[in-house]
């Protein structure tokens, strides 16, 4: 299927289930585009697991959700082994993480330990139990959502697992035309039921498709140049990683190939920067309206491309 066709209709699909919110719907797929991992970070509500649902709908991906709470343990996601008395070996019984796509729900009312059971997975793609290594399903993507509002009963993520997430995302309260359509949709018998229209295989495609996207050699040094704005900056305690830099820039071609380009340009990396930045950093002590990302923005130079 036409790359452009193919990204459209599942775009159309989830827009069915989450309304007024196609600026996040194209991020999150973005995000999956780039082989990264998306953290939803809002009150609950509004639409994060749906959202995640409907992905999964739409793409035939094999889903799988948590719903975390301080009792859910490692094993729970990563599986564990249990002796067979009938053939006298241990046998592997699969986690929820052998899934395509994994909703961690509330991730931030797991436990350390369980939430650091996550990151092999995240970026390796693959569990590790009683010594042995077990593949996870490709394509694997996680969706995770965190209330940043309620601290009770919280643990909260450790930056090294936040550094894993490809993006951070806000859904937001929708405006009163989308929460009126909403609610016509419900009292109209039910929002429409969404439809696949993608196999899991479509998803790699466009991974792949997205990783043989151009970067130019001065695109690649406007990415550079923004990272390093962030770790020489006043204001920030601790800049992007090196992760971020790959981060962004496998985003930014996803943004490229979006938009039906087979190469960069500098207003796809303009539009990740705060998505894929914001939650890597640390920030010192500084004035209210600061704005040390605008400002990294402002003062290193975008490159001028011959057309």
Known sequence: METGRILHEILRE???AVVGKDEVILKVLLAGMARGHVLLEDLP???KTTLAVAFSQAMGLPYKRV????????????GFTLFRKETGQMEYQPGALMCSLFLADELNRAS???QSALLEAMEEGKVSVDGTTHQIPRPFWVIATQNPEGAAGTQRLP????????????????DLKSEAEMV????????????????PRDLEMLQHQTEQVYLSGDVLEYILRLIDGTRHHPEICRGASPRATLALTAYSQAMALAHGRDYVIPEDVVAGVRDVLEHRMIYGPRPENSDPLGEILGRVKAPRLRR
């Open 159 to 174: 930056d090294s697992q936040v550094d894993r997430f490809l993006i951070r995302l806000s859904m937001g309260y929708p």
């Open 45 to 47: 509500g509004v639409g």
């Open 14 to 16: 989830v827009k069915k």
């Open 112 to 114: 350390s330990r369980t």
């Open 184 to 199: 016509r949709r419900q009292r109209g018998g039910g929002m429409e039921p969404v439809r696949q229209v993608a196999e």
């Open 67 to 78: 719903q975390f709470t301080p009792d859910v343990m490692p094993a729970d996601l990563t």
